[in-house]
């Protein structure tokens, strides 16, 4: 059985793009791009992939707050889980909708929730004192490695419990998951062919058995002990936490040290007060939006922006275009980290925003912070390379050289 999901032109009434939201040129710098999309109208029909987008903040935040309307269960890249087969079995939390959602939803939730994470403060401090020391002996570096990819496969791999030996396949895995979050275009085709080994890792250590005794991913297996998931839903969470919390949280680091490299200024703000770094890096967030683009699906006939869309109809949601929209932000595509940035929409909202944000938000402030204490001066020292994939935005280097406050 097929089901037509993409309306016929003639029946289409927004207003029609061949915008291709893929293209590396477009990557490289997607802002104009969004501007365009934006000034296009509420909802855009982009036609190369027979799917509508919205880019103004309004409409994204009421799509992403409407669950019911706009769901997840179908997948939140282009294909559609009701009628093509996906890459890997569906997420139990990200592609999931209530009443399911809410049971998985809730475990993670509990186990990132802040009473928790917090105990995690001193080891997450201790961890960017050291890694700054070494970022300082080193003077000239790709922060990329170095730094940003570093912290979180550290922090994070401990707090998750995962061995030590292997990490390297997580940030392949991750750029797998995000580039599912597009279209299955030749990008995703050659990352999935590449990462065979990472997801044979992956699927290795999500098992009780390769796990530390108290790290998030034993913990989900007392959960499931206890009743409150699946004994095969233990292993399918550990995935989630995985796959969600590794590349974003390296390319937000990435951003941020971009962000402050081309804005010395903002940079001296912050180093003459490190407790700013809590609100620069939510500034960072919405300037660079780490998450760009993701799907709803709507599981009825709905309107949408004056426009009629039929049930089972793929929308494009550019909740980095939602951060620099004009309409919610002044002075949008300034980088100002002394702005009111909360209500960005970088990790998401409504019943599906990130569960992990809180965690993503103490690594990146507990960086933020210790950088700020020591580092006088971050310089880039040529041209980052992008890395280009269908959902997340960062780099696969970043020369830099610092200098010690
Ligand atoms: C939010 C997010 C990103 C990537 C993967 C998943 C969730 C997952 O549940 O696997």
């Not at 922090?155 to 061995?163: I, K, L, Q, W």
């Not at 500034?283 to 993701?294: A, C, I, N, Y």
């Not at 004056?306 to 919610?328: H, M, T, W, Y």
Request: proline fraction near 6%.
């Amino acid at each position: 059985m097929t089901t037509a999901i993409s309306p016929e032109p003639s029946r289409v009434t927004a207003p029609i793009s061949d915008f291709d939201p893929y293209a590396e040129d477009v990557l490289n710098n997607p802002y104009p791009h969004y501007e365009v999309l934006r000034e296009l109208g509420p909802i855009v029909y982009l036609q190369r992939y027979g799917a509508y987008a919205i880019a103004r903040h309004e409409e994204i935040d009421a799509v992403l707050r409407d669950h019911v309307t706009y769901c997840s269960s179908a997948g939140v890249g282009l294909a559609n889980f009701h009628t093509e087969d996906p890459w890997r079995k569906p997420s139990l939390i990200l592609e999931a909708d209530p009443p399911m959602h809410g049971r998985t939803r809730k475990v993670v939730a509990g186990l990132l929730a802040p009473a928790s994470i917090n105990k995690l403060r001193a080891t997450f401090e201790r961890e960017a004192e050291l890694l700054v020391d070494r970022v300082l002996d080193m003077g000239h570096l790709d922060a990329m490695p170095e730094l940003c990819a570093a912290y979180p496969l550290k922090v994070f791999g401990d707090a998750v419990g995962v061995p030590a030996v292997g990490r390297e396949h997580l940030l392949p895995y991750g750029d797998m998951v995000f580039n599912g979050f597009g279209p299955i275009n030749e990008r995703f085709k050659t990352r999935l062919a590449a990462a065979q080994e990472s997801i044979a890792w992956i699927g290795k250590v999500c098992k009780r058995e390769n796990l530390t005794p108290d790290g998030f991913g034993a913990q989900l297996y007392r959960a499931a002990d206890e009743g409150d998931l699946a004994p095969e839903e233990a292993p399918m969470l550990v995935r989630t936490l995985l796959s969600a919390g590794l590349d974003t949280t390296a390319f937000t680091l990435c951003n941020a040290v971009l962000a402050f490299a081309r804005h010395p200024d903002q940079w001296a703000l912050v180093q003459a007060n490190p407790a700013m770094a809590r609100q620069a890096l939510e500034e960072v967030l919405r300037f660079e939006s780490t998450f760009h683009s993701f799907y709803r699906t709507t599981t009825k006939d709905v309107e949408l922006g004056g426009v009629a869309l039929p049930k089972e109809q793929k929308i494009c949601v550019f909740i980095g275009s939602a951060n620099r929209d004009p309409r919610r932000w002044e002075r949008a595509d300034v980088f100002d980290v002394t702005r009111r940035a909360a209500g960005n929409l970088a990790f998401g909202t409504g019943i599906h925003g990130c569960a992990g944000q809180m965690l993503a938000r103490l690594e990146g402030e507990i960086v933020l912070t210790a950088l700020a204490k020591r580092v006088k001066t971050i310089r880039l020292e040529g041209a980052p390379v992008h890395h280009y994939n269908n959902s997340v935005r960062g780099y696969d280097s970043l020369p830099i050289s610092v200098t010690a406050a």
